[in-house]
């Protein structure tokens, strides 16, 4: 699997700045920055509505921007199509899975780490690439026991982890999640949050998830950024955040 970013400890690998889009008269993402560092868990929080998820598809290149700039290791990420972001090392995840009719859980797997770069080759035949998917990701994910079986049959759980299965195969260095444990049972959950905690420990992969569960989001994340109305209101320590008193009023005191 990826070997841990070349870049130094502690180096800034994301910086995102004035990201903003509008759709018609609707400013969604308004001057939203966020930075991330190879082997950070970052947490996005923020209501319904806040900007979350179009932050996350302005970073991926599923929207394009009306302004802002967002560079890894330098380069301008925002215009570039998600396949060009694979190749970069960007890889996220979805809100929503969609079954993928019958495709099965390997064949999901495979379609992720088919963009990885320069994949053609490196495996002598493709048991050898379906054996180190189901031992890299399929195990630690509990997946390996349905790999042959089609997405579409099984529990939402296991198809969110076979979507984190399609992003974590791609080899990422910048993994952007949204929401990883939402409709998933809150035992699921925390397995799903101590696995994402073991991609970063083992590939230093920066990692930037969008959540609403608080317990997930404060035991997982290193920082958090909170958002509300298209931009950053306050950013911190889990702690800080939980007693700050404008995220309080926003955010943690709503309801679900
Ligand atoms: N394609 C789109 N067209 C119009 N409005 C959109 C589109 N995508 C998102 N929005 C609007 O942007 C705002 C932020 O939505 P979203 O990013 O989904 O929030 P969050 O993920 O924080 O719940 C909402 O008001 C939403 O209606
Ligand atoms: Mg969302």
Redo the contacts with the bound molecule.
Sequence with gaps: MAAPLPAEAGAVALTAQNVTIR??G?V??AGMALDATPGEIVGLI????????????CICGT?RPNAGTALWLGRELLGLSPHALLKLGVARTF?NVASLHDLTVLDIAKLGAAVRAGSGGFFASEKALEAELTETLLRPLHLADVAHTPIQTLPYGRRKAADLARALAAQPQLLLL?EPVAGLTSQEGMAMAAVIRGVRDRFGCAVIM?EHKMDVVMSTCDRIAV?AA?SKIFEGLPEEVQSDAEVQRVYLGEPG
């Design positions: 759709f018609g609707v969604a993402v923020g209501p319904n509505g806040a900007g979350k998820t179009t932050f996350v598809n929207y809100q949204d969008v958002m298209g």
